[in-house]
C-alpha cells in the first residue's frame, strides 16, 4: 500500500498523517511517537501546551470526515482507513459489559463433578 499524507485539517494545522496512521510534523517531516501503545500522539495545541488524542479519531478526521457527537471511532485490525468505524458510547459500553463478563465466567462442567 502506497503511504499518502494529508494535512490535519483542525487545530492541529502543523502536523500531517499517512493513511498508515503515522503523524508527522508537517514543518520538519519529523514523525511523532505514539503513546500508550501506539494508539494515542501528543500534538501540539499552542506554546507549550500539548493534547493528547487517539490516532484512530485523528485518521477518521482527516480521511473520512468528522465524528458526531455521541459516537467514537472503533479501529478493527490494523490503524487504516478502511479498518475504521463509528460506534455510539451505549455500543461501546454494551460490548465492553459484555466482554467484561465473557472474561470473568466460569464454565461448570457437570458431568466433571
Not at 5 to 25: F, H, L, M, T
Not at 30 to 39: E, L, P, S, Y
Not at 77 to 93: F, S, Y
Request: hydrophobic letters at 35%.
Amino acid at each position: 500500500m502506497k503511504e499518502i499524507w494529508k494535512r490535519v485539517d483542525n487545530e492541529y494545522v502543523q502536523y500531517d498523517i499517512s493513511n498508515a496512521g503515522v503523524v508527522r510534523n508537517a514543518v520538519t517531516g519529523q514523525r511523532i511517537a505514539t503513546k500508550g501503545g501506539g494508539q494515542c500522539v501528543g500534538l501540539a495545541v499552542s506554546r507549550g501546551k500539548t493534547r493528547n488524542i487517539r490516532v484512530a479519531r485523528l485518521l477518521y478526521e482527516t480521511f473520512i470526515g468528522s465524528v458526531p457527537d455521541g459516537f467514537s471511532v472503533v479501529c478493527d485490525g490494523d490503524i487504516k482507513p478502511e479498518n475504521l468505524r463509528l460506534e455510539t458510547h451505549g455500543e461501546r459500553a454494551s460490548m465492553a459489559g459484555r466482554a467484561r463478563a465473557k472474561q470473568h465466567s466460569y464454565y461448570y462442567d457437570a458431568e466433571a463433578n
